[in-house]
């Protein structure tokens, strides 16, 4: 014959049922006849137990979700942040230049306009400044 492995011991079970026994045959010893009172404990004890294990896991299961770990609606949050704010992947939008190589005549001449740009606008200041009209 086989071990009985329940995951807590054996005597535990038998406690259980001989409490439950109890509190039955105390509720059913006013209302039924005495010839029927132990053989209605004996059928209605496990009946009981079984479901006083159900109303315990409904309890806790609906107790379950108030318990959860708080991580859990942090890792969501970043999610939903990233997937809200998608960045640009067209490189033509970033900039006014589209060809990748500036052509010959463009820089030639905004280097003379630059240079001649700011020598005439360096001349003038400092002689104005600098020499005394009599």
Known sequence: MGVLNLGYPLWLLVAVL???GALTYYVL???VSDRLLVPLTVVLTPLFAVAVVAVAILISSLLSPLYEAPTDTVKQKPQRT???TPEPTNPETTGPATSPTPSPSASPSASPSAASSASTS???SPSASASPTP
């Open 18 to 20: 001989v409490v439950l």
């Open 82 to 84: 990233t997937a809200a």
């Open 122 to 124: 360096a001349a003038p």
């Open 29 to 31: 010893r006013g209302r």
